[in-house]
């Protein structure tokens, strides 16, 4: 597995790389809009694209489920890609957005890597191997203290507004802090680097969040979610928290 790893961060690199370089590249026609509040570049078809070609070209009989494309086949070996979470901010020029990879094996996510390269970070985890990064230690929050802490929140219109409200609600009264910045990735790194104490979202799809669940649970994270098997089609909740604010965070995302 250790083979897949390295494969796995040197191509969230590289992928990383060539995001940014077509997006320096960008023409008029550049971004189209697939629904309300919601892009996708030139630069998302492209780059999964080219991480679609790196993979066939070492790893041929597996599959590979992307973002834009799809699905390429049935198996018990796929490859979940994201090639730009946080679309909405990489057009833009803003600096939250990243490459997500994850190598899923029998509906065990056995390794995954993100590169979110205009914060010049990359993290990379194998199961049973912990998680590490080119920016120093991946390490949780040892906060305790509720009125200390910080909710990273997604937004889903699978939810209705009254209820995403409610749960900033819920946090404010806890004494909680809550940020919400457009890509899952980047969140789910705040709570890595000890940055926030947890991360909740009431519908992602696998794209967002395997490479970081990975991440999250080799650095002890207590995660949430559907079984791996039914969340690849259908997405689900995803809840990543630190073990001491465990109880504090579900009250504040209740029900799950």
């Known amino acids: 597995m250790q083979d897949r790893l390295e494969f796995t ?4 690199e590289d992928a990383a790389a060539l995001a940014q370089h077509l997006r320096r590249d960008k023409g008029a026609d550049f971004v189209e809009t697939k629904g309300l509040q919601d892009f996708v570049t030139q630069a998302d078809r492209a780059v999964e694209q080219y991480i679609r070609d790196r993979i066939a070209k070492v790893y041929p009989q597996d599959h590979v489920l ?3 494309a799809g699905q390429s086949g049935e198996g018990p070996v796929l490859w979940v890609v994201d090639p730009i979470d946080g679309t909405a901010n990489y057009m833009r020029g ?10 899923v094996q029998n509906g065990v996510i056995e390794v995954g890597a993100i590169c979110a390269p205009d914060l010049n970070t990359t993290v990379w985890a194998a199961k049973g191997q912990g998680a590490q990064s080119n920016v120093g230690p991946v390490e949780l929050s040892k ?3 509720p009125q200390a802490a910080q909710l990273m929140l997604g937004w889903s219109g699978r939810q209705t507004i009254a209820a995403h409200l409610n749960t900033i ?3 404010l009264e806890a004494g909680m802090e809550y940020r919400r910045n457009g890509c899952a990735v980047i969140s789910l790194l705040a709570v890595a680097f000890g ?5 909740w ?9 395997f490479a970081m669940q990975l991440i999250l649970q080799e650095a002890g994270a207590v995660i949430d979610m559907p079984d791996v098997l039914s969340f690849i089609p259908s997405g689900g909740y995803f809840l990543a928290v630190t073990p001491a604010m465990e109880q504090d965070m579900r009250a504040v995302v209740a029900p799950i």
Request: aromatic share 10%; with cysteine.
């Open 9 to 12: 961060r040197i191509l969230a």
């Open 66 to 68: 992307g973002e834009e």
């Open 94 to 103: 803003a600096p939250d957005w990243a490459v997500s990879i994850a190598f």
């Open 143 to 145: 906060c305790t203290d």
């Open 169 to 171: 609600g819920r946090a």
């Open 195 to 199: 940055r926030a104490e947890g991360y």
């Open 201 to 209: 979202e009431r519908h992602v799809n696998a794209w967002d969040v």
